[in-house]
């Protein structure tokens, strides 16, 4: 048996050890970070933002307390989120915690800021109700100010903080030209698209009867869902921005789809003449999906009216990405009627990298033709897989120097559109055009953050085998997991219980 004193030594060096511990994890922060795709490990975008900061960055954070458990959890992180970008800028990024519910004038002051409450719902003695919660932070630098109206868990919280940061403290923006004058998507439907491209660029409209886009500043082009035709004079001005190394990126329709009069034809600007001078053939068809998009229709059941929505091949809902920085982390990207991409070049020194492709059960069809919204579809109606509708070219595209053109043939996907018009695209959507715009032209790695943000893994996307393996899985692993320790502690009493019997045991 052990003395007395060794058992008080040995609970002091406990206590002495936690104690340790504690002074150690005062001075310095560390986080275990187990989750698939990383998002409590800063990137190494965000540790370059940060340690290239010159001048100090304050951060005011808004939160409420005295909230329901999962909202004291993320303040909790965002705390350590703070702390880790205070630690590795070198003590630049300071931060303070403010309770906007305290008194009327702090919650004043918040709101001044550009901070709003949020309604949460909290329960109280069997009774649920609402409650006032603030939520938000806001980022200083010199007299600047960037708001983050809502704090989301995970990596999203890091891309807002890193973004904010980069916007109050880059000196020189790159600029990007959106092309306009040949039909193009003017700026103001396009508000997610320019929201998140302008926290690093200056985004501009651009005319090529009004710039030398040769001479210009521009690093990128960006022209999205041209309408009317391109005047040679202009396609030549396009060749001189690939000549001189600047790149393009461009979403375009090489159909259209009315499902007022159901009907599909091919569209024509000479954009397309031009890819294919260049190698790139988009084609006049229409792709189709098993895994697509649904359309809503009325429906006649006697007197009665009614509208249903109904799966429609020709929407087609991309899962299917290369591994390239572009599409990293993307799981879904709703497309309307898209046309599959092909490279006809040979023997050239341009590469063609397809970054989208269909799903394994799809096809197409040629313009024009006729829509039937409520056929019925069979398996036969998807003969091909993995059709292109994105693809990156590299190369000396136009002689000169070596370029880079990312080509979506889809030049809908991105547009919110404007007025009563106005839609939320999908986060991917969004993702995949961001991305696009970014890997041409900038090399921070924020790219990362952005898919890093939203990944969705939606069930209604897998196959039945997948679901039913994870129902079982949620279901008898606690029921395993319990027997199993039950087991191991009915072996070890047991296997005390013939220790002590034996004739040795002390």
């Given at each position: 048996m052990k003395s007395h004193k060794s058992i008080y030594t040995y609970i002091l060096a406990i206590v002495g050890v936690v104690i340790l511990v504690n002074l150690v994890g005062d001075r310095f922060f560390l986080r275990l970070d187990f989750t698939a795709d990383k998002r409590?490990?800063?990137?190494?975008?965000?540790?370059?933002?940060?340690?290239?900061?010159?001048?100090?960055?304050?951060?005011?954070?808004?939160?409420?307390?005295?909230?329901?458990?999962?909202?004291?959890?993320?303040?909790?992180?965002?705390?350590?989120?703070?702390?880790?970008?205070?630690?590795?800028?070198?003590?630049?990024?300071?931060?303070?915690?403010?309770?906007?519910?305290k008194d009327e004038a702090t919650e004043q002051k918040a709101m001044q800021e550009g901070i709003n409450p949020v309604l949460i719902n909290v329960r109280e003695k069997d009774q649920v109700k609402q409650q006032k919660a603030y939520l938000g932070a806001v980022v200083h630098f010199g007299d600047q100010k960037e708001v983050i109206p809502l704090i989301q868990d995970g990596a999203a919280m890091e891309y807002s903080l890193s973004t904010s940061i980069k916007k109050l403290t880059a000196e020189n923006k790159p600029k990007v030209g959106l092309l306009q004058g040949h039909g193009e998507t003017p700026l103001n439907a396009l508000a997610q698209v320019l929201q998140s491209l302008m926290v690093l660029y200056e985004v501009e409209p651009v005319n090529l009867d009004e710039v030398s886009v040769n001479a210009s500043s521009y690093k990128t082009l960006v022209i999205i869902n041209p309408?009317?035709?391109?005047?040679?004079?202009?396609?030549?001005?396009?060749?001189?921005?690939?000549?001189?190394?600047?790149?393009?990126?461009?979403?375009?329709?090489?159909?259209?789809?009315?499902?007022?009069?159901?009907?599909?034809?091919?569209?024509?600007?000479?954009?397309?003449?031009?890819?294919?001078?260049?190698?790139?053939?988009?084609?006049?068809?229409?792709?189709?999906?098993?895994?697509?998009?649904?359309?809503?229709?009325?429906?006649?059941?006697?007197?009665?009216?009614?509208?249903?929505?109904?799966?429609?091949?020709?929407?087609p809902l991309i899962t299917k990405f290369a591994p390239h920085p572009v599409t990293k982390g993307l799981s879904s990207v709703l497309l309307q009627f898209a046309s599959s991409i092909d490279f006809t070049a040979t023997g050239s020194d341009i590469s063609f990298t397809p970054l989208a492709m269909t799903s394994e059960r799809s096809g197409m069809e040629n313009a024009p033709l006729t829509f039937n919204i409520s056929r019925n579809w069979q398996q036969q109606d998807f003969p091909r897989s993995g059709l292109t509708v994105a693809a990156l070219v590299a190369g000396k595209l136009a002689g000169g120097m070596n370029s880079r053109m990312i080509i979506i043939s889809d030049g809908d996907f991105p547009v919110n559109g404007a007025g009563q018009q106005a839609r939320q695209i999908p986060p991917d959507n969004l993702n995949l055009m961001v991305n696009s715009v970014d890997w041409l032209s900038d090399d921070t790695g924020l790219i990362d953050l952005r898919t890093r943000e939203v990944t969705s893994r939606p069930l209604d996307q897998m196959d039945d085998g997948k679901k039913a393996m994870l129902k079982y899985i949620n279901f008898l692993l606690p029921i395993l997991l319990i027997l199993g320790i039950g087991f191991f502690r009915y072996q070890s009493r047991r296997n005390l219980r013939f220790r002590r019997m034996n004739e040795n045991y002390i």
């Open positions: 409590y490990t800063l990137s190494d975008a965000t540790r370059n933002i940060l340690g290239s900061l010159k001048k100090p960055v304050t951060v005011t954070a808004y939160f409420s307390e005295e909230l329901p458990q999962q909202f004291t959890q993320l303040r909790r992180d965002f705390k350590e989120e703070l702390i880790e970008y205070s630690n590795r800028s070198g003590g630049k990024v300071t931060f303070e915690f403010i309770n906007p519910n309408t009317d035709s391109f005047p040679p004079a202009h396609l030549a001005k396009l060749d001189e921005f690939l000549a001189a190394g600047k790149n393009i990126c461009i979403a375009m329709n090489r159909v259209d789809g009315n499902l007022q009069t159901t009907s599909g034809t091919e569209i024509r600007t000479g954009l397309e003449r031009w890819l294919e001078s260049r190698g790139v053939k988009v084609n006049p068809n229409f792709i189709l999906d098993q895994n697509c998009g649904s359309v809503t229709v009325n429906q006649q059941q006697g007197y009665m009216t009614y509208q249903s929505n109904m799966r429609f091949p020709y929407l």
